[in-house]
């Protein structure tokens, strides 16, 4: 396995987990009330597109050619960070004003 390949495996692997917490943070928007309902849609709205745009970047990473895929790395690494830190801040915060 190429190291492409194993790094696309790993960050796939990472975002299955961010869509695991993105769901259960969905989730939770059924028990809160209704001006809390309006905002906790924001944040969901934001969560998801970060998460799509990330994912639409690792798989232009997966489809580069090997001498190109390094470039691109470094624009997965910066969406997968903002991603899993808008993600870990917004469940935190949310957790603190409504559990």
Same mark, same amino acid.
């Given at each position: 396995m190429s190291t492409k390949?194993?790094?696309?495996q790993k960050i796939d692997a990472e975002l299955d987990l961010v869509q695991a917490k993105l769901d259960?943070?969905?989730?939770?928007?059924?028990?809160?009330? @209704? *001006?809390?309902r309006i905002k906790h849609a924001k944040h969901v709205e934001e969560l998801e597109q970060k998460f799509h745009a990330t994912k639409a970047k690792l798989s232009e990473l997966?489809? @580069? *050619?090997e001498h190109v895929w390094e470039q691109l790395k470094d624009g997965v690494e910066d969406m997968w960070g903002t991603l899993q830190s808008t993600l870990e801040n917004t469940v935190a915060t949310f957790k603190e004003e409504h559990v």
């Open positions: 390949e194993a790094y696309k259960w943070f969905k989730a939770q928007g059924v028990v809160i009330t @209704a *001006d809390a997966g489809e @580069a *050619d």
